[in-house]
């Protein structure tokens, strides 16, 4: 099940990601294909992350791939957010062989690909015990950044000269919000340790 659930990270946060971080939208699915063998691989041994997360990588690009190929037929968008998948420039000359010859499965091969790689990637590094502190204090840095943009996008709802973009960039550009996130992810991992 837990493997299940590494696949819909990796389906929706590769759309998300591109959608909120236009900074991060060409590594969006690298993003999500990592985070997704991260949860699936924490807690388990080498081989059992390595291959949960090749796993999860493999049904998150099925998953995605459905999703941005058939979907837009029927929805152009799901609450204004477009059903999109951003191509890194790493994987541009491979999906644009296939694009050649398979137009119709490129996007799949390329979401495949990213997912059996990053998601294998993931799987391992958190299943190694020695990197849990760094992937725990990246998540609780990430997710306070995450509420940030989001308290700030609250607090100017209603403008329309104000986006999600905009948020996220005032966020990751100002000083103090990153020092906070930063103290915050700190204190909270001392305490994971001292109760663990």
Known sequence: MKVLYG??????????????VQPLAAY????????????????????????????????GGIL?????????????????IPLKIYVSE??????????LSLPQ???????????????????LTSSIKIFRGILLFSTLFILFILFGAV??????????DWTWYMSFQHVLTNVIDIQVAIVFA????????ILE
């Open 28 to 59: 969006s699915t690298i993003i999500a294909a990592f985070a997704a063998g991260i949860y699936v691989g924490y807690g388990k041994k080498s081989f059992d992350g390595l291959r949960n997360g090749a796993i999860a990588g493999l049904v």
């Open 64 to 80: 995605s791939g459905i999703t941005v190929s058939y979907l837009p037929n029927y929805f152009s968008n799901v609450g204004g």
């Open 7 to 20: 696949a819909i990270i990796f389906a929706v946060w590769s759309i998300l990601i591109g959608f909120f």
């Open 151 to 160: 308290d700030n996008m609250a607090w100017n709802w209603g403008r329309s």
């Open 105 to 123: 499965f490129s996007i799949f091969i390329y979401l495949l690909s990213v997912g059996l790689v990053f998601g294998s990637i993931g799987g």
């Open 90 to 99: 790493w994987f541009t000359p491979v999906v644009g062989n296939f694009s």
């Open 186 to 193: 700190f204190i909270i991992i001392i305490l994971y340790y």
